[in-house]
């Protein structure tokens, strides 16, 4: 895609060793006025400080975490992407989401804040199978994931894999899946929602 596009905000979600971060870079290399807000690497370093503060695991899993400190993080991802939206940018947001899409207000909410805009919105959901998201994360060896590979059923049951309700594309990433075929389905699908914003029926 050699042109810019129109402003849109692109939620690249789904639990951990789904791929979200190789589509989402994937994406930005293709879109000229794109630009990435990977929750991990623009907030990482300030939450493990924050946990680590407060006598707490950097896992991620826990109450501290998910009551106080998780929603902060969402809140400065939201701030800036509507930030980039009003300066015309196509907003890639790399991160896990799965209460907020599956939560139809918040949903409702964000797209209304994208039409405020007249920017489109498109909500990315990764898939693959419980067995090779734990094989991913074990080959990563990240501390984040500790506690999530050591109480594996318990974190299916947190976070299952499964599609939210707010998803509009699901796309499958199991090894050997086609980044190709994922980066030009995810491109259709934002030509799309960005058309409509012009009144065009696509």
Known sequence: MDQPMRPCLVLVAGG??????????????????????????LLGVWVDLVLRASGEAVDRDGRYYWQDVRPQEYRTLEGAAYDHLELGKVVVIDAPLRPELSDPSWVGRVRRE??????????????????????????????????????????????????????????????????????????????????????VVT
């Open 114 to 199: 994208c039409e405020s805009r007249e920017a489109g919105f498109l909500a990315v959901w990764m898939i693959v199978s419980p067995e090779t998201a734990r094989r991913r994360m074990t080959a990563r060896a990240e501390p984040r994931d500790h506690w999530k590979l050591a109480n594996w059923e318990e974190f299916l049951r947190r976070q299952p894999y499964d599609p939210p309700a707010g998803a509009t594309l699901i796309l499958e990433n199991e090894d050997g899946a086609s980044l190709k075929t994922a980066l030009e389905r995810t491109l259709a699908a934002m030509a799309a929602v960005t058309s409509a914003q012009e009144g």
């Open 16 to 41: 951990a060793g789904t791929g979200k971060t190789g589509l989402s870079q994937a994406l930005v290399r293709r879109v000229p006025n794109s630009i990435l807000l990977d929750k991990d690497r």
